[in-house]
């Protein structure tokens, strides 16, 4: 089993929308998620952490959800700037930071 | 700062060609990593290092060498090139130690071996 699942969709949504991604993790230790967002062809870039408090930025709020085992990250008012993969990163395991990419679910916010 | 700078930016190679990627970081970061990724998926770990003259394979290091010589430089070495190898290329680097330790990207390389 994978050590965390997302749906890959794209997720077509409007601008304005209020949209949410869910991941699922296997490894019911872990206390701490990142969501990283990556534009097509560029680098991926940390968008927040996220602790079983929560965590919010503006129109961005990442749960925590340790005993169903998920990750949510809610996007409200949605913008064209928000057309991305977001990609959902357990915390590193074995040391020296190593974490793991998997292929994250693609937004796609239409005018 | 620059943060990770990657060069080059574009490369094309012939099968059985050798090159290496470039990656600086001036954050004086101590861990550095080199990743690819094939379209449609994530990226895997190839190499990292926890400090200058310490690297470790990740999860796809065949095909690949590295070396760090200074805390700033971890280049990516392909030997032989094979059609495999067609990716993007991106190196990244973190401070280490912490739990929540955030990886900061280069740009990225974009690989084609024809």
């Known amino acids: 089993r994978k050590e965390v699942e997302q749906d890959p969709g794209p997720f077509n949504v409007p601008e304005g929308a209020t949209v949410a991604f869910n991941c699922t993790y296997s490894?019911?230790?872990?206390?701490?998620f990142f969501w990283y967002r990556q534009d097509c062809r560029k680098e991926p870039k940390l968008l927040m952490s996220?602790?079983?408090s929560g965590n919010e930025d503006g129109r961005f709020t990442a749960q925590l959800n340790r005993a169903s085992q998920y990750i949510s990250l809610l996007i409200r008012d949605s913008k064209l700037s928000d057309s991305a993969t977001y990609l959902c990163?357990?915390?590193?395991?074995?040391?020296?930071?190593?974490?793991?990419f998997g292929a994250g679910t693609r937004l796609a916010v239409h005018p | 700062n620059a943060g990770v700078t990657q060069t080059p930016k574009f490369r094309i190679l012939k099968i059985g060609q050798s090159m290496t990627l470039q990656c600086t970081q001036d954050?004086?970061?101590?861990?550095m990593y080199w990743y690819r990724q094939d379209p449609g998926m994530g990226l895997k770990l190839i190499y990292y290092?926890?400090?200058?003259?310490?690297?470790d394979k990740g999860e796809v290091p065949n095909g690949y060498n590295v070396s760090r010589s200074t805390t700033e430089d971890f280049p990516l070495r392909l030997e032989l090139a094979a059609p495999s190898q067609t990716s993007v290329y991106f190196c990244?680097?973190?401070?280490?130690?912490?739990?929540?330790?955030?990886?900061?990207f280069g740009p990225g390389t974009r690989l084609t071996v024809l």
């Open positions: 954050m004086n970061h101590n861990y």
């Open positions: 996220v602790y079983s």
């Open positions: 290092s926890v400090g200058a003259g310490i690297t």
């Open positions: 990244a680097s973190s401070h280490g130690g912490a739990y929540t330790d955030t990886q900061y």
């Open positions: 490894n019911s230790a872990s206390q701490s």
């Open positions: 990163v357990p915390p590193p395991r074995g040391g020296y930071n190593k974490l793991i």
